[in-house]
Each structure stands twice: as structure tokens, then as C-alpha cells.
């Protein structure tokens, strides 16, 4: 398809579906609106699903997932009040000749504290919204979730949710119906995040003082998000307080976290800073002997001013810096087959993003978005004979505008972006007396181009539908050194038949496509529906890692020539029904998803130092598919919920070109299928301010690859492997349990501090990690489990706020 072509097919998509919009907003008589937002007046998080209502002409509405409401009226004397369970409701008097801004905040009232809210959206959305596989949590109900040494963590609460998984404890990054950790989009205030645990994994980078939401979309993506095949995590932090000071923070085993918000220009102009950090080196010098020169901290810094100069306009500005270190007294690095007495991990994400708001009408918005996000890992052997310093790196620079304009009966959005990457392969420098060779891959530029429109009809009270468009392309920029090899070859040194040089700044190779969204909602009733999606995505930059969990020696690689972009298709179909008045929310939804150019890789493949990536990986095709029960109940003193997923991930490859997986080309599980997957999370307030939760998850075994047989050559044994995953770990399960003392909330006092006591695998179980294979001294292979935790963490944490 031409880009021609796609342009004048957009252009024309896009009045097809204003004409509609706009005659309909001609044909309105409404005088003026009342809109704002309603906000909690302690964590300044926007409050959706919050009952907005004009006494006097019986008009009302509910908030938005971003607080926001918009009520139209004749001009007139009104009174408007506004409630949400478990707050103390507000009536204001309000006077309308013209259009009205009115921003309302809501204090917690003690007496509904036993309602125990769990999720952030009103809960007959889960029947109401046309959206399928999305997931929104507050950061009130991610603090209910027991965390692992007190820590309280973004990522690790999403693993309790249907359909998202992790290969192990200690794993970076997520899993998603069935994708790999690169395959989701995962967005810091707009900024793309490339690595988003602190320790390997153990912890997310997330600064829970400083986050406001998370929502997590696995089925039908808006068209707003592309360059990711699996899902989407949107992480939205907090805008600074615009009236009041106020200072928190929290002591915890791991961390110390202090924050602070405070108004420069009351109303106007406010700063929030959050900080985090873990300097724990002294633990391990309590320990074994053999521990006790480990290094293992990490610390993050996150802040955000807020500017309005007027009430129609919002200037904002996010800058979020993090950096681990980890050092081993002893280890092996196998990537360069030498043993080195110390090795030491570093890596850093520095983002930034400038955001520009302007609300130009009652019900019409446009977003200009600047983003730049920067990923840094280093690796360093300090030993003088094998000394080396190995770096990679990543930078993102984006521009994006979205214009948003709401309605009746549509709501209407579509926008622009363009984003820039600078890739920097793996570099090795040795030390000034080492014998370790130098190498130098060349780096990657690239750049990846999308305009997009979607519109939500809301066509009767039974029936809406969210069609979407997406077009994305992308341009592999010089210089560049292009191999092309004969036709229906394995990618070999042998079999190359032209090398290609493109100078700075020229295209090696684009890529472009339409990717369709389409979901629709039909409701049965009131508390019951059906949901159907469909959506197309594209990727054009991947984590190049064949180990289980990603190292900061990994590298991330953009299409080329020979590398072609991954494209995945999934539909998804839901049944979606509400109990007792919305107290329990049930669903259960079947999906599938089939892609190609699907990535895998060559046995024994050098990912660290290949020059020719094109040689290392395979790609092929992948299937994924699988069902997800929920229920959910949201209020009264036990609340909690309840997950099943079923789901498989399979991949194959053509035996022509590719000798894996006893060369039948037969389809086999990814590294990351586990079909079963058990969630249990509760919590039951015991006091008005006294909490106690608990969670249970159990999962299958992730796939591993055992020894067939082996044989002996020139003196040495080597093992067989002759098929890929097709041998399991041992099941995984865990218990932990919480107990939350917050303030009397009937006490009124400036300090509050909440202590959190709670206890990570409760019954010590020693989870395999993995499974590894070594030679006894009568030469007989014995199977050996490497767990990561194989007794109980307890942890004590105190948190503040003044």
C-alpha cells in the first residue's frame, strides 16, 4: 500500500466520521455546561465513577476514569451535589449564565470505611463500557496488596489479574496473554519505560508516593497506543497539589521513600518531588561469608511541576531519573567465558515529558505531548587480566498531538506522533591489561511515524461500539550495512550474496500498515452484557534476550532487511455480569491471537556480540489463546476477588531454513506458556482502621528444556537437547498475608502514619526457578532446583503523611 494511498484513505476516514459528530452538535440547544473535576482532597487522585446531580432539573452524570464531568443546563439558580461511596457528599449552591468550571473535592467519611472500594472505576463499568481486557487500579487498592519486604509494587499487583503472568520470582517485566515482557507498551506519564524492574526484578520502578492509577489494556487496545504486539501499561502519576503542603514518606526494610508537594503560585503552580532509596549493603555483611561484599541498591527520583495559567490551559512537566547497581563477590560470566572475581551490574532510565493541555470548548481538548526516554545498561569486570567494560543503551525522542472531543452520543479522538530511536548495541572496551578483544556494533537509528482516529458511538443504551484506525510506519535510517542472502537460505556468513552500504541519514529499509480496532458492547440488561474486539498492532523494536529472565546485558534491536517487524491479530469475546447492585462484578472472556515474524532464537545463539543479529534469530509464526474468569466483589468488609486463567503460547518455525525443535517444525510452547493460573486476593477490615489481607496465586510450571542423552567427545561429555520446552518446572504457589493499621480517621491530626506488617510466602515453599543438570563423580546426571526465596520474608514498614 502506498503512503499515498493510506493518506487519502485517513483523510477520508476522518470525514466520515466527523460529519455525523458535528451535525449533531449543531442540532443542540443547550445553553451552557457545568463541567470540572471531582479529586480526592488527601491523594489528590481524580475520583471515577462519582454521582454528579442537579437538584433542580433532575440532570446529573457520573465522573470519568480521569474525574471529569460535564452536565449541559439552561440558565437558572441550581444546586449540585456530588457523592461517591465511602466520602461525605457536597451540595453547591451555583449560579448559570455562562459556562462553569467547578473543581469539587471529596473528604473520606469515617462512617462508610468499612466499604472497602478495590477497584477506581464505578462498578457498572464492567458492564457499561465497550472496552474488553482492560484492567484499572488506584494506588489505594494497590496498597491493599501484600508486597514483597514492604514494598509496594505496580507490577507485581498486576500479576494478580487474569492473564498476566511472570516466568519466576526475581523476573523482570511482565508477561501478557501470552507475550513476551517486550511486547508491552508500558508508559510513565506518557514516557515509554524499556526496563521497568529495580534488581533484576525483584521490584518495580514505580514510585508508589508518586503513581496515581495503572491501567493495564491486554484486549481491545484504543487506537491511541502502537509499537507493542501484547498490551498496554499506563502508569499515570499525580499532579501536585495546587493548595496545601504536604509531606510524606515511609521506612521499610528495602526502602526509604520521602515526597513533597507544595503550591509556588496558589491555584496556579505546584511542584511534587518523590524520592525512593535502597542502601542495604550492610544486610549482606550479616550474612555468609561468601555474601557479604554483594552490593545490591537502587534509588529513584520523580518530579512534576504543574502550571494553569488559566482555566482553560495546563502546563506540565514529568522527569523521572533511577539507577541500580548490583555486584556479585564471585561469579562466572558465561557471556565472555571467563571467571571473574567481581562483577558489577549497573543500568539507568532517565525520562522526561512536557505536556500541554488546552480545553478549547465545553467539550473539546487538544494534547501536544513532547517525550524523551533514555535506558543505559553497563556491565564491568574490574579483574586486570580479563578486565572489560560492556555498554548498551537506548534513546527515545517523540512528539505527539491528540485532539479529543466529547459527546452524547459520540466521542471522538485522533492524533499524530512521531518518534526517533537511537539504538546502541552492546560496546566492549577492555581494560588498560586485559585480553579481552575489543568489539563495536554499529549503531542503530530509526524512525517510526503514526496518525490514528477512533470514534465511540453510543448508538442506544443497549448497543456502542469504539471503531478505531491506525496507521504506523516505520524507516530503518544510515548507515546501515545490509546483507542479503540467497533465497530460501539459513542466514549464514556462507550464504551471503550482497552486502549494501547506505550512508548517514539515508532509509535502508521501511515498513508501514493499517492496524484496524474494532469493540463493540451489547447489553442483555442492566447488570449483563456481551463484549467482542478485534485489533491489529505492529512492532518495530524488540529486546533481543534467549534467557529466561532479561539481564541488563541485553540489547534492544529495531527491524531491518532481514529482521521484519512482528504483527499480531487478537479477538477477543467476553460475557460481563453484575450482581446484588453492583456488589460483585463477574466476567469470563476467551481470546486469540495469531502473529507473525514471531521472534525466537538459535540454539547456542551469541545475541551479546553478533554483529548480524539476522543470524541469531528466528522468526516464525505464534499462536496464543486462552479463557479468564473473574469475579470481584467491591464493597463491605470483606472485599477481594477471585482469578482462573486458562492460556498456552506456542511458536513454530519453517525446518527448511531453521534446525530447532528436532527439525519437524512442529509447534512448541514458548519459554513463558504456563496454562494455569489461580488468583485469590482478599482484604477484611477488622477495625475502622485496622486491615487484613492475604493473597494465594498458583500457576503451571513455565516450560524448560531437560537433556535427552548425551556423548563423549575428545574427553568431554555433552548433553543432547533435541527438542525445545517440552518438559516442565515444578508448579508454582505462594501465600502472603498483610496486616494495615492506618489513623483513626475520626481523629483529626496533621501527622498520619500507617504501619504494615506482612509476611511474603508464609509457608515457605521452595518454588523452582529453575531446573539445571550437573555431573556427579560416578559421571551420572543429577537434576538440580534453583529457588530464589525458599522460606518466609516478613517486614515491617511505616508510612507518613504530614
Request: with cysteine; aromatic share 12%.
Amino acid at each position: 500500500m502506498s503512503r499515498k494511498f493510506a493518506t487519502s484513505f485517513l483523510l477520508g476516514f476522518i470525514a466520515l466520521f466527523c460529519s455525523p459528530l458535528h451535525a449533531q452538535e449543531a442540532g443542540k440547544t443547550q445553553a451552557f455546561t457545568i463541567y470540572g473535576n471531582v479529586i480526592d482532597s488527601i491523594t489528590q487522585e481524580p475520583i471515577s465513577g462519582a454521582a454528579v446531580f442537579l437538584n433542580e432539573s433532575r440532570a446529573g452524570t457520573y465522573t470519568d476514569k480521569k474525574g471529569f464531568y460535564g452536565i449541559p443546563t439552561t440558565p437558572g439558580n441550581f444546586t449540585l451535589r456530588i457523592s461517591y461511596l465511602g466520602y461525605a457528599a457536597k451540595v453547591i449552591p451555583i449560579q448559570v449564565d455562562k459556562n462553569v468550571i467547578m473543581d469539587v473535592k471529596l473528604s473520606k467519611d469515617a462512617k462508610f470505611l468499612e466499604e472497602v472500594t478495590v477497584i477506581s472505576s464505578k462498578p457498572e463499568e464492567n458492564v457499561r463500557s465497550a472496552e474488553t481486557g482492560v484492567a484499572q487500579l488506584s494506588i489505594r487498592s494497590i496498597r491493599k496488596i501484600p508486597a514483597f519486604m514492604g514494598e509496594i509494587d505496580v507490577v507485581r499487583s498486576l500479576q494478580m489479574l487474569p492473564g498476566v503472568s511472570t516466568v519466576g520470582e526475581g523476573a523482570t517485566g511482565l508477561n501478557v496473554r501470552g507475550g513476551s515482557i517486550d511486547q508491552n507498551l508500558v508508559l510513565m506519564d506518557d514516557a515509554p519505560v524499556f526496563n521497568s524492574s529495580h534488581l533484576f526484578g525483584f521490584f518495580s520502578i514505580f514510585n508508589p508516593d508518586a503513581v496515581r492509577d495503572v491501567t493495564l489494556s491486554r484486549g481491545g487496545v484504543s487506537a491511541e497506543y502502537g509499537g507493542r504486539t501484547s498490551s498496554v501499561l499506563d502508569v499515570k502519576l499525580k499532579d501536585p497539589d495546587l493548595e496545601k503542603s504536604s509531606f510524606y514518606g515511609g521506612v521499610g526494610l528495602i526502602s526509604n521513600r520521602l515526597g513533597l508537594e507544595m503550591p509556588l503560585i496558589k491555584n496556579r503552580l505546584a511542584v511534587l518531588i518523590s524520592g525512593r532509596g535502597s542502601f542495604n549493603d550492610f544486610l549482606f555483611k550479616l550474612g555468609p561469608e561468601n555474601i557479604q561484599g554483594t552490593v545490591a541498591n537502587f534509588y529513584d527520583l520523580t518530579g512534576k511541576i504543574l502550571f494553569k495559567p488559566s482555566e482553560k490551559t495546563r502546563l506540565s512537566y514529568t522527569s523521572y531519573n533511577s539507577f541500580d547497581a548490583f555486584k556479585l563477590p564471585s561469579d562466572s560470566l558465561n557471556t565472555v567465558n571467563v571467571n571473574a572475581s567481581s562483577s558489577r551490574y549497573e543500568y539507568r532510565t532517565y525520562n522526561q515529558t512536557l505536556r500541554f493541555n488546552w480545553f478549547m470548548s465545553k467539550n473539546a481538548s487538544l494534547t501536544l505531548t513532547g517525550v524523551q526516554s533514555i535506558y543505559k545498561a553497563n556491565t564491568a569486570v574490574p579483574d586486570s587480566s580479563i578486565a572489560f567494560d560492556l555498554s548498551s543503551g537506548i534513546r527515545l525522542q517523540a512528539l505527539k498531538a491528540r485532539y479529543v472531543r466529547t459527546g452524547e452520543k459520540n466521542n471522538l479522538s485522533f492524533g499524530l506522533e512521531s518518534t526517533n530511536y537511537q539504538i546502541d548495541p552492546n560496546r566492549l572496551v577492555p581494560g588498560p591489561y586485559s585480553n579481552i578483544l575489543a568489539i563495536d556494533i554499529q549503531q542503530e537509528l530509526a524512525r517510526e511515524s503514526a496518525a490514528y482516529l477512533e470514534n465511540e458511538w453510543k448508538l442506544s443504551t443497549q448497543f456502542s461500539i469504539i471503531a478505531g484506525l491506525r496507521y504506523s510506519f516505520f524507516q530503518r535510517l544510515g548507515a546501515d550495512t545490509v546483507y542479503r542472502y540467497a533465497p530460501e537460505s539459513i542466514r549464514i556468513d556462507e550464504n551471503v550474496e550482497e552486502t549494501q552500504v547506505f550512508s548517514s541519514g539515508n532509509v535502508s529499509k521501511s515498513y508501514g500498515g493499517i492496524e484496524p480496532r474494532l469493540s463493540m458492547r451489547y447489553s442483555l440488561n442492566d447488570n449483563t452484557s456481551i463484549k467482542a474486539s478485534y485489533n491489529r498492532m505492529r512492532q518495530y523494536v524488540q529486546l533481543i534476550s534467549n534467557t529466561t529472565a532479561a539481564l541488563p546485558t541485553a540489547r534492544w534491536g529495531s527491524s531491518d532487511l532481514n529482521i521484519l517487524p512482528q504483527i499480531a491479530d487478537q479477538v477477543s469475546l467476553g460475557f460481563f455480569k453484575n450482581l446484588q447492585d453492583n456488589r460483585w462484578e463477574t466476567s469470563a472472556e476467551l481470546y486469540y491471537r495469531k502473529s507473525q515474524n514471531f521472534p525466537d532464537y538459535r540454539d547456542l545463539a551469541d545475541l551479546i556480540f553478533s554483529k548480524n543479529l539476522e543470524q541469531e534469530i528466528i522468526q516464525g509464526e505464534g499462536k496464543a489463546y486462552g479463557m479468564e474468569l473473574m469475579a470481584r466483589k467491591n464493597n463491605g468488609f470483606l472485599t477481594g476477588w477471585v482469578t482462573y486463567t486458562y492460556a498456552r503460547t506456542q511458536i513454530k518455525v519453517d525446518p527448511r531454513y531453521e534446525s530447532i525443535h528436532n527439525y519437524t517444525g512442529a509447534w512448541y510452547p514458548a519459554n513463558y506458556d504456563k496454562p494455569h493460573t489461580l488468583n485469590v486476593m482478599m482484604n477484611y477490615r477488622t477495625a475502622i482502621n485496622v486491615t487484613l489481607s492475604a493473597n494465594f496465586t498458583y500457576s503451571t510450571g513455565r516450560p524448560a528444556t531437560y537433556p535427552y542423552g548425551r556423548f563423549i567427545a575428545a574427553g568431554n561429555t555433552v548433553p543432547l537437547f533435541p527438542n525445545r520446552n517440552l518438559q516442565r518446572i515444578p508448579d508454582y504457589h505462594r501465600l502472603d498475608l498483610a496486616l494495615i493499621v492506618e489513623p483513626n480517621p475520626n481523629r483529626i491530626r496533621k501527622w498520619k502514619g500507617t504501619w504494615v506488617l506482612s509476611v511474603y510466602n508464609l509457608y515457605g515453599r521452595k518454588n523452582a526457578y529453575s531446573i539445571y543438570f550437573a555431573l556427579n563423580q560416578r559421571q551420572q546426571t543429577n537434576a538440580n532446583k534453583l529457588a530464589i526465596f525458599g522460606s518466609a520474608f516478613p517486614s515491617l514498614t511505616y508510612n507518613f503523611k504530614f
